[in-house]
Every structure is written in C-alpha cells, then in structure tokens.
C-alpha cells in the first residue's frame, strides 16, 4: 500500500491549491479516504474525507464551503480542492486509508503554507 500526495506550495492568503494522493497497492474505491493536517505544534486533524464504498463525503467545520474532496477512481486519485486559504490553514497534509481489518496507512504528507 502505498499513498503519495502532492500540490502543496506557498500561497497567499485568498488563494487556492488543489492537492493530489495517488494510490497504489489496495482497490482504490473500496474504502474510506481522507485528508488530515497538521499545524506546527498541534495535533494532527481531519480535514475532510470519504466514507467507503462511495459514500458521502464530509468535512471539517474550518473546511465547509472552502474545501472540496474528490476522487477519480480510474487513476486512483484523491484530491483537496482549497480555495480562499487563510493563514491558519498552513500545515502539513496528509492522505489516509483506513482499510478495516487490513490496517491503515498514511502518505508522507505535503506542505502547505500561506502566507503573504
């Protein structure tokens, strides 16, 4: 299993990023997906995700309205779609799977910061 995520840059405040995880190793569609950061100094947090099977997505209250999940299950892709960044949005983001009984795992992250 493995999970490689990309797209984080510096940013100015307002500005949007769309982030990539592309999977490999397990049936992409199958279970559930999701974004987390993490803020230096704190812990790391959800901020959207999938549930399994092609379920719903949902968010995080700070991601309602600016950030937008997706998937394209024929390359095997989870993306983040953020727009109107705030600084407080700078972190580390990571993909995730949780794969029930087969564990879970998680991509290296990617770094996101904005700043002006």
């Known amino acids: 299993v493995q999970l490689v995520a990309s797209g984080g840059a510096l940013v100015q405040p307002g500005g949007s990023l769309r982030l990539s995880c592309v999977a490999s190793?397990?049936?992409?569609?199958?279970?559930?997906m999701r974004w987390y950061r993490q803020a230096p100094g704190k812990a790391r947090e959800l901020v959207a995700g999938?549930?399994?099977?092609?379920?719903?997505?949902n968010y995080a209250d700070y991601a309602k309205g600016r950030f937008t999940i997706s998937r394209d299950v024929a390359k095997n892709t989870l993306y983040l779609q953020m727009n109107s960044l705030k600084p407080e949005d700078t972190a580390v983001y990571y993909c995730?799977?949780?794969?029930?009984?087969?564990?879970?795992?998680w991509g290296q992250g990617t770094q996101v910061t904005v700043s002006s």
């Open positions: 995730y799977v949780d794969r029930g009984f087969r564990g879970d795992s």
């Open positions: 999938f549930t399994s099977a092609g379920g719903r997505a």
């Open positions: 190793g397990f049936t992409f569609s199958r279970y559930e």
